[in-house]
Structures are given as structure tokens and as C-alpha cells.
């Protein structure tokens, strides 16, 4: 007994990590990990030897390596094939970890955005001051009916995409403020608000913004009263003196995500005023 009280048993093994008995047994079974030795009664026991070595074994299943694969790498095990291995495995957790820094900005972005939805006041107008951004836009040149729009929007999406972003914010939209009139408006570009340091960090072709002051109005009536909006903000710029940059930006605040249905959107519709 004294040999097998240098080692750990099965049970103790297995919960070293967590994992039922049976992962061992199964494992030993199809040859990718063995204990150190069995005894005579049949009892299974593995080194501490043998710690770092099924360390990396959960490590590769935990990135999905399937198990034929560790076999092969078994199989023509060495210290090269080692490193080929580990060097494949750290491509795709940079990649994985690329992507979750993607979901970590747009979630802080979501979060900070329906927070702003939740704090607004419909139709009361407001200045405020931004930071720095950069918006990643496509031209529209297309008429004001709803299928041509979605097509836009569509082909803005997968131009962000082919830009490299996998998780992409609220597309937002913006109508020159010459387009406005009496009768309607119209869209000149669709963009997308990307960080500086996801634009550098990405090398994306996106348009610097600089930071600014801007007046800003919030409706929650989705888009049916944008085009009053669009002339409240010029009235109250005219009013107050303001001289606007040369479009109005249209943002979806609030969405499907948590009001019922695309009549109750919040809208915000925003102008930089010019120094």
C-alpha cells in the first residue's frame, strides 16, 4: 500500500478537475490517457506527474479538438509535433478572444444605449456633448419606399461584415438636411459608430467624427414622426442661432429588443452644430 499512497486514486484524480470518474475510464479506453498504473484488484492510479499532462488534454477538448485528432498527435508524438499542435490551438483562441473583445464593446455599447433610451424625454429637445467616433457608412441613393431601404440596409450590413466586424451595432442613417421639405426626406447614407480603437485596431475604412456638440430630439412613436422631428430641430436651431453641420442622424435607441413592437422605437434624431 505504501506505492499506492504516492499516487491518486481515480476518484481523487477526477476530482482534481471537476469531471465524473467515467471521463478517465473512457479516455483510457481509447488510448489518449492512461493512469501511471493499475494494481493487482484492478484499481486505477495516476502521478502527480500526470497533472499538467491532462491539463492540456481538457484544454484541447475544451477548444473543440476532436478526439481523433489528439489520437493522431499521439500516435507521432514529439516535441515538434507539440509545438505545431499548440501553435494551431493559439491561432484560434486569438481569433475566439478577437471575437469576444467584439462582443464585450457591443454589449457595453447596448447596455449604454438603452440605458440613454430609458432616461430620455420625448420631445424635449437637448445639447449634448460627444466623444470622438468613427462611423463606417455606405452611400443611398435610392428612393424613400421601404424595400429599397431594406435593401440598403442589408448591403450596409454585409459591408461592415466584409470590413471585419462579426458583432455590429445599430444602424443608424443620416438625411441631408437640404433633402428635408414639407412633403418628406430622404436618406443619404447608413453608418454604423465603431470606437477609434476598434476602427485602428481593425483597420477599417470608416470616417473619423470629431467630437462635438449636438442638439438632439427623442420620440417613441418608431418612425412615424420623424419628418416633425427633422423640422423641430431646424426650428429650434433656427431659433437659437445654431448652425448646423450639413445632415440630421437618425438612431434607433430603443428597439425589438426591449419595447413591443416597431410602432413604440425610440427615436433619437441628432445635428452636430458647428463651431
Given at each position: 500500500?505504501?506505492?499506492?499512497?504516492?499516487?491518486?486514486?481515480?476518484?481523487?484524480?477526477?476530482?482534481?478537475?471537476?469531471?465524473?470518474?467515467?471521463?478517465?475510464?473512457?479516455?483510457?479506453?481509447?488510448?489518449?490517457?492512461?493512469?501511471?498504473?493499475?494494481?493487482?484488484?484492478?484499481?486505477?492510479?495516476?502521478?502527480?506527474?500526470?497533472?499538467?499532462?491532462?491539463?492540456?488534454?481538457?484544454?484541447?477538448?475544451?477548444?473543440?479538438?476532436?478526439?481523433?485528432?489528439?489520437?493522431?498527435?499521439?500516435?507521432?508524438?514529439?516535441?515538434?509535433?507539440?509545438?505545431?499542435?499548440?501553435?494551431?490551438?493559439?491561432?484560434?483562441?486569438?481569433?475566439?478572444?478577437?471575437?469576444?473583445?467584439?462582443?464585450?464593446?457591443?454589449?457595453?455599447?447596448?447596455?449604454?444605449?438603452?440605458?440613454?433610451?430609458?432616461?430620455?424625454?420625448?420631445?424635449?429637445?437637448?445639447?449634448?456633448?460627444?466623444?470622438?467616433?468613427?462611423?463606417?457608412t455606405t452611400d443611398y441613393t435610392g428612393t424613400d419606399?421601404?424595400?429599397?431601404?431594406?435593401?440598403?440596409?442589408?448591403?450596409?450590413?454585409?459591408?461592415?461584415?466584409?470590413?471585419?466586424?462579426?458583432?455590429?451595432?445599430?444602424?443608424?442613417?443620416?438625411?441631408?438636411?437640404?433633402?428635408?421639405?414639407?412633403?418628406?426626406?430622404?436618406?443619404?447614407?447608413?453608418?454604423?459608430?465603431?470606437?477609434?480603437?476598434?476602427?485602428?485596431?481593425?483597420?477599417?475604412?470608416?470616417?473619423?467624427?470629431?467630437?462635438?456638440?449636438?442638439?438632439?430630439?427623442?420620440?417613441?412613436?418608431?418612425?412615424?414622426?420623424?419628418?416633425?422631428?427633422?423640422?423641430?430641430?431646424?426650428?429650434?436651431?433656427?431659433?437659437?442661432?445654431?448652425?448646423?453641420?450639413?445632415?440630421?442622424?437618425?438612431?434607433v435607441i430603443l428597439d425589438d429588443l426591449s419595447v413591443?413592437?416597431?410602432?413604440?422605437?425610440?427615436?433619437?434624431?441628432?445635428?452636430?452644430?458647428?463651431?
Amino acid at each position: 500500500m505504501a506505492k499506492q499512497k504516492e499516487y491518486f486514486t481515480t476518484g481523487e484524480f477526477a476530482r482534481l478537475f471537476n469531471i465524473n470518474k467515467q471521463t478517465l475510464f473512457y479516455y483510457d479506453k481509447i488510448g489518449i490517457f492512461s493512469p501511471a498504473f493499475t494494481a493487482d484488484n484492478g484499481y486505477r492510479y495516476y502521478s502527480f506527474n500526470q497533472i499538467e499532462t491532462f491539463q492540456v488534454l481538457m484544454m484541447l477538448r475544451e477548444l473543440q479538438v476532436p478526439v481523433k485528432d489528439i489520437q493522431a498527435h499521439l500516435a507521432r508524438r514529439s516535441p515538434q509535433a507539440l509545438i505545431r499542435l499548440l501553435d494551431e490551438r493559439r491561432a484560434e483562441v486569438e481569433q475566439k478572444l478577437k471575437h469576444l473583445q467584439s462582443v464585450r464593446r457591443y454589449i457595453d455599447e447596448k447596455i449604454r444605449i438603452t440605458r440613454e433610451g430609458l432616461s430620455a424625454r420625448p420631445g424635449e429637445i437637448i445639447t449634448e456633448d460627444r466623444p470622438e467616433e468613427y462611423r463606417i457608412t455606405t452611400d443611398y441613393t435610392g428612393t424613400d419606399e421601404e424595400p429599397d431601404v431594406l435593401a440598403a440596409v442589408t448591403d450596409h450590413f454585409r459591408y461592415c461584415q466584409s470590413q471585419g466586424l462579426t458583432i455590429i451595432n445599430t444602424i443608424g442613417a443620416m438625411i441631408p438636411i437640404d433633402g428635408i421639405s414639407d412633403k418628406g426626406y430622404h436618406y443619404s447614407r447608413f453608418y454604423t459608430v465603431v470606437s477609434p480603437q476598434e476602427a485602428q485596431e481593425a483597420g477599417l475604412s470608416a470616417m473619423p467624427e470629431s467630437a462635438g456638440r449636438y442638439v438632439a430630439l427623442y420620440d417613441d412613436h418608431g418612425y412615424d414622426n420623424v419628418l416633425a422631428m427633422c423640422h423641430r430641430l431646424l426650428d429650434y436651431a433656427k431659433e437659437n442661432h445654431l448652425k448646423l453641420d450639413g445632415s440630421l442622424y437618425e438612431d434607433v435607441i430603443l428597439d425589438d429588443l426591449s419595447v413591443n413592437g416597431y410602432h413604440n422605437y425610440r427615436i433619437k434624431l441628432s445635428a452636430r452644430i458647428c463651431p
